[in-house]
């Protein structure tokens, strides 16, 4: 008797340099009769994405540096390996027939464009880039439903929610708790927070993650950014929303349905299983992951956010709860104050600040177009490098 081999599921990576896409390629790594890698893509990382490329030989490489193009070329080009350059090819490249899943782990607002197309051409999306959704969640989510397109959580918290409801779909939710670590500056007064510095921010006390994400965490911004991620991939409103800080961060979050029944996803922190999900999903695939011992966590323990401290999830409440371009606003705005910050130009009590004042002074859109979730991005930048120049947010 002989058994039909499967086909494998070719991934496309956008942003494999990067946290989640080298942890993806350890998943692929591990399933090699199950993934193919197609699309490998980075910004500016060109080393180890020719690295990359030589090991799992995709079919194209991406370097979004067009400044780099040449290296990454003259380095592919004797294995075969398409090498293609810049945005406009990040964006064109999603439309390759020989795509089966698009994992979007770019970093920020670059994910939006190379995501909208790539359900345009009806590829299932798994998303690793919150930010998509926080900044044209309507958009991205309309345009999945108009063209019969899955997005796959890839966020623990979001996977862990996702979780939860595999065979409860046609169960209402009546709410979500969403868990946050708190941090490395959990329990820290304001007056503490004033003198933190980039080192002290970056090290996070559960996950190993990027800068950008490392911070978002630290100021509670990613769960902020979370919170209305949560709200697009889940059809939830507002106020079906919690957030409650778990520090061992074993719970990666939960759901409460209309009996008063809640259902939890639990396991170690460890980004892989959650992208492993979303990679093979409808199947769990067998995986060397170390194992949770309860034995090993006697207590778990849970508190409320001090919003108060941490201004930026009460801010992201507030652009969701606006609707329209608000959280594109809030999104912008947050990139360019993480960055300011990891340059030493402003303190980190000054993020919030600056989020807030380009809230309340950039252009609202009610029911905006991709075209104006553009413009409200750059406009934004510019405001908030502008405030930033005057030394405004001080």
């Known amino acids: 008797m002989f058994l039909k081999e499967t086909k494998k599921k070719q991934i496309a990576i956008l942003g494999s340099t990067g946290s989640i896409g080298t942890q993806a390629l350890e998943v692929i790594a591990q399933h090699p009769q199950t993934f193919g890698v197609e699309v490998l893509t980075a910004q500016n990382n060109a080393s180890l994405l020719i690295e990359q490329a030589l090991v799992f030989t995709p079919n194209a490489v991406v370097i979004g540096n067009?400044?780099?193009?040449?290296?990454?070329?003259?380095?592919?080009?004797?294995?075969?390996?398409?090498?293609?350059?810049?945005?406009?090819?990040?964006?064109?490249?999603?439309?390759?027939?020989?795509?089966?899943?698009?994992?979007?782990?770019?970093?920020?607002?670059?994910?939006?464009?190379?995501?909208?197309?790539?359900?345009?051409?009806?590829?299932?999306?798994?998303?690793?880039?919150?930010?998509?959704?926080?900044?044209?969640?309507?958009?991205?989510?309309?345009?999945?439903?108009?063209?019969?397109v899955n997005i796959y959580p890839v966020d623990s918290e979001h996977s862990a929610i996702f979780q939860c409801l595999v065979g409860e779909f046609h169960n209402p939710i009546e709410k979500i708790i969403l868990t946050a670590s708190g941090g490395p500056f959990r329990g820290k007064t304001r007056a503490e927070l004033a003198a933190v510095t980039k080192a002290q921010a970056l090290k996070h006390p559960n996950w190993d993650m990027g800068a950008k994400i490392t911070i978002d965490s630290a100021s509670l911004m990613n769960k902020g950014l979370e919170v209305i991620e949560a709200k697009w991939l889940f059809g939830l409103q507002p106020e079906q929303i919690e957030v409650v800080v778990h520090p061992q961060s074993i719970i990666h979050s939960l759901v409460q349905f209309g009996d008063s029944s809640i259902k939890a996803q639990m396991g170690l922190p460890d980004m892989k299983v959650p992208i492993q999900f979303a990679l093979s999903y409808p199947e769990r695939l067998a995986a060397p992951f170390p194992r949770f011992n309860f034995l090993d966590y006697p207590q778990l323990t849970f508190e409320q956010p001090d919003l108060d401290t941490f201004q930026n999830l009460a801010l992201a409440y507030e652009a969701m709860k606006r609707g329209g371009n608000a959280p594109c606003i809030l999104n912008a705005a947050n990139e360019i104050a993480v960055a300011e910050f990891l340059k030493d130009k402003i303190r980190f009590l000054d993020m919030p600040a600056l989020i807030a004042a380009c809230l309340a002074k950039a252009t609202f859109v009610e029911k905006p177009t991709l075209e104006e979730y553009m413009q409200t991005d750059a406009e934004t930048r510019r405001l908030a490098l502008d405030l930033c120049k005057s030394n405004t947010v001080h």
Do not use: W
């Not at 290296?71 to 990040?90: F, N, S």
């Open 66 to 148: 067009e400044d780099l193009y040449e290296q990454v070329r003259d380095a592919l080009l004797p294995h075969d390996i398409k090498v293609y350059a810049g945005e406009r090819a990040l964006v064109s490249v999603m439309e390759m027939e020989s795509i089966d899943l698009v994992l979007t782990a770019l970093v920020g607002y670059a994910g939006l464009l190379p995501t909208l197309r790539a359900i345009e051409y009806g590829k299932p999306i798994a998303l690793a880039n919150k930010e998509t959704l926080v900044v044209a969640g309507e958009l991205v989510t309309g345009a999945a439903r108009g063209k019969g």
